[in-house]
């Protein structure tokens, strides 16, 4: 059965700290694909990433990047010098190559404090 | 249209009464699905139609929820005999393929169940 746990539910640093969420995932597929969504205080959530089961190289776009590391089964996200502008809900989420829902972790809420 | 739109964005009715919610997805988006998000929650589950068929409705809790998508695109979720704990945030998601490609979601729909 595939399982996201979101170990970190609470989360505050002050803004231009660098903060990590944690996610492990659990599947028993080869195939499957990763996901970050943040859901900022008006509720809609937005995608940020998508990687596949294949690609372990991580990735970087302006202040956030993705450490995948399939020996450990963690999908982590960095912020680097966070803005208060960040302070959301973030979801990390998964789905199996032979399935076609998104199974969603309960999310690490994050504070930055000005 | 441009997004994923969703209504009412409010609803409030009483235990017992029957209500549907409504899902606009993208143009062109064959794949729309359903979630339900509870106070402090990830995202759950629901239900998925690729075209006019449900593809995947293991979500659904009980058989007080139906969906359908008559002609493809706009999809209503309806809800019989409501009670209390259907209180939630309702969230309709679409892509142009399958899950890898990642969703666009809606606003969502806010239930409560008086």
């Known amino acids: ?114 | 249209g441009a997004g994923v739109s969703q209504t009412p964005s409010n609803k409030v009715t009483e235990k017992g009464k029957y209500v549907e919610l409504r899902c606009d997805p993208i143009s062109g988006h064959t794949a729309l699905y359903w979630y339900r998000q509870s106070l402090g929650q990830g995202p759950e589950f629901l239900i998925y139609f690729q075209g006019t068929g449900a593809a995947d409705d293991s979500g659904l809790p009980n058989d007080r929820f139906f969906a359908v998508r008559p002609e493809g695109s706009v999809s209503t979720l309806k809800i019989q005999r409501t009670e209390r704990g259907d209180s939630a945030v309702y969230l309709c998601a679409s892509s142009l393929t399958r899950s890898g490609d990642g969703y666009t979601f809606g606003s969502g729909t806010r239930l409560t169940v008086v």
């Open chain 1, 1 to 114: 059965a595939q399982k996201v746990t979101q170990a970190q539910t609470e989360i505050s640093v002050v803004e231009k700290e660098d903060v990590t969420l944690d996610c492990v995932y659990e599947t028993r597929d080869t195939t499957y694909y990763l996901f970050w969504y943040k859901q900022p205080p008006s509720g809609e959530l937005v995608f940020l990433i998508r990687r596949n089961s294949f690609d372990e190289q991580n990735e970087i776009s302006g202040r956030y990047s993705w450490n995948f590391q399939k020996s450990t089964s963690s999908f982590n996200f960095t912020i680097t010098a966070s803005q208060v502008v960040d302070s959301a809900v973030y979801f990390c989420a998964l789905s199996e190559n032979r399935d076609d829902k998104i199974i969603f972790g309960k999310g690490t809420r994050l504070h930055i404090l000005p």
